[in-house]
């Protein structure tokens, strides 16, 4: 069974630190594995380096906007 899209919220007695208070949006979940984003941290990446990696387009104005 899937259970995708749908969104995990940590709570806190999970006592992970990588999932401490995470809010995750799960895309995929199936035999094959799981697959989801994590919309409350920053990710480290900028925008425009995010949309050459999957060779998007970017607008020269957010290329340094950080990714959540």
């Excluded at 990588?18 to 995750?24: D, E, K, N």
């Excluded at 035999?31 to 995010?50: I, K, Q, T, W």
């Amino acid at each position: 069974a899937s259970f995708s899209p749908i969104l995990l919220i940590a709570v806190p007695q999970l006592g992970d630190p990588i999932f401490s208070h995470g809010l995750v949006l799960l895309l995929q979940h199936d035999e094959e594995g799981a697959f989801g984003l994590v919309l409350n941290r920053p990710s480290g990446l900028s925008l425009g380096s995010f949309a050459e990696s999957q060779e998007l387009p970017c607008h020269e104005a957010l290329q340094n906007c950080p990714v959540f």
